[in-house]
């Protein structure tokens, strides 16, 4: 079956602008998490989604928000860019119910904030 | 609160050298454990996992032990190869319902020369 697919791969956008990375999860899957990785910081959790609600929420500043539609897709969005949102943004979905047996990630969205 | 904290890498062995990564982690009750695996351009590949004490996960040849009266997560490996090269992260999971996230250690770089 498919793995969870992630766009785009790369985006390169200036400081000041905003936007949206999108993220379908394993067929299945209502369970799906974003996560930013930067050397600095390492992995950090942004959120999570089910069932079109928000379900948990890392400690990221309000200009970090996402989604997720009925079908479990889900997009993020990042508004007035900063160049420290420069980072690999990944996705993560799970069966909701096994949850502790682990995430399946997919290859990340590339941002770099020029 | 959780954290899991990795040894620093890089961690450089020659092919066929026996491979330890040293994980240990904070958590209340009794997360479940994870190691993943970070190919360069890529996102993270779950490699084995154990969600309760004793338990055993293994894969690919690698193996780590959930040892509770240690709270550690150590993963092995018995003789690597030069296709080992990667980011290894150990991470746990924790809560349920609108608490559950996965939490990572730093990563650990491995180089495995020929």
């Known amino acids: 079956k498919a793995g969870v697919t992630q766009t785009p791969r790369y985006l390169i956008k200036t400081r000041g602008q905003q936007v949206t990375l999108s993220c379908s999860p394993i067929s299945g899957h209502r369970s799906v998490s974003w996560y930013q990785q930067t050397p600095g910081q390492g992995l950090q959790f942004l959120f999570e989604y089910f069932s079109e609600t928000q379900r948990n929420k890392g400690n990221f500043p309000g200009r970090f928000s996402g989604r997720q539609f009925s079908n479990s897709r889900s997009e993020m969005n990042v508004s007035t860019l900063e160049l420290g949102d420069s980072a690999l943004y990944l996705c993560?979905?799970?069966?909701?119910?096994?949850?502790?047996?682990?995430?399946?990630f997919g290859s990340g969205t590339r941002l770099t904030v020029v | 609160g959780n954290s899991v904290t990795q040894m620093e890498g890089p961690v450089t062995l020659s092919e066929e050298a026996f491979l330890t990564i040293n994980c240990t982690y904070t958590a209340t009750g009794y997360p479940s454990l994870f190691w993943y695996v970070q190919y360069p351009g890529e996102g993270l590949q779950l490699l084995l996992k154990?969600?309760?004490?004793?338990d055993k996960g293994s894969n690919k040849g690698f193996e780590a032990t959930y040892r509770k009266e240690t709270t550690s997560f150590h993963l092995e490996k018995g003789s690597v190869q030069v296709s080992d090269s990667a980011v290894y992260f150990c991470?746990?999971?924790?809560?349920?319902?609108?608490?559950?996230?996965?939490?990572f250690g730093q990563g650990t770089t491995l180089q495995v020369k020929p």
């Open positions: 991470a746990l999971y924790h809560g349920s319902g609108n608490t559950g996230k996965l939490i």
């Open positions: 154990a969600t309760k004490a004793d």
């Open positions: 993560a979905s799970s069966l909701d119910r096994n949850r502790n047996y682990g995430y399946t």
